[in-house]
């Protein structure tokens, strides 16, 4: 059994105690989800079904935050990122994939409206309320040990593909982010709706003045929720503004079925990752633990990379 009386603080016994827990209880990524709270003012707004993956590698290691798209008239399923997850943690990350409040199992009441509406403004209250939900994970991230929540890379589809570049930009831990990748992303169908205004356009050209963390944008060709065009017009708007991105429009991808793909975007991704960890860190972010700390807790290196709290806890001593 872990000794908990070795953390430093109550939330890192209180993380200590949930791995324990989920280590003893097995492994299945459909069983053993860990539930996030999201709070306001000490009211908890919702708890999200969260899948925690870490790489076998000792040591604290960068986070990867995996944020979902819309629910496509299925709320309460839980996408499945396992395949990501994977090829994310076999690269060193810890990976965190969060269903947002009111989708899968998680708690609360949606509010990212699917329905069409050419109110820019009426777009706020779920972008706001995912926001909120990302500050939670991030502060989750933050209580493990054998995570550094300094070196975050938010990665998305779609809906979430758009949430990752708009809270680079925009979300309160925003100094966190080291990079982002986005895949098919968009907050509305510009497409479909034909609003006078494009609000992805409008937020992009935004979010571009306001960032330079490194963006990697993937879509495919023949998107029928974007259009070939309008991608186009988003990366060039993001970097006109002057955000960093890198943008690949592919070919026989099946449009908005990206994902499905990994042999075609994972190369990009590779050469993504590389780059990005070669850049130095940005200055004014002081390290939140001691060098030391991962080692003065009673954690061994999780041994299975890529499964959710693979592996046996073993108590170590110093």
Known sequence: MCNLMRASSVKSALALLAICFLTLAGCDRRENPVFIAVSDHGRVEARLETYVYAPAAAGQRPVVILSHGSSGGSPRQTDDWASEAAYFSSKGFVVLAPMRRGRG????VSLESE???CDLSSWDAGLQAAFRDL???IDYAQSLPFADANRI???GGSRGGFLSVAYAAEGRERARVRSVINLVGGWVAQAEDQCPADFNLVSFAKYGRETRTPNLWIYGAGDRFNGD????SYAAAFQD???DVQFHLLSGVDGH???AHPDSWRPIVDAFLA???ARPPRQGLAQRLPADHFRRFCYAPLRNSGRPFAGLIQPTRT
């Open 115 to 117: 329905e069409k509406n």
């Open 257 to 259: 079925g990206l994902r």
């Open 153 to 155: 890379t938010l990665v």
């Open 135 to 137: 500050d939670a994970v």
């Open 229 to 232: 065009d309008a991608t186009k």
């Open 105 to 108: 199992r998680s708690s609360g």
């Open 275 to 277: 780059e990005s960890s």
């Open 241 to 243: 503004a002057g955000g």
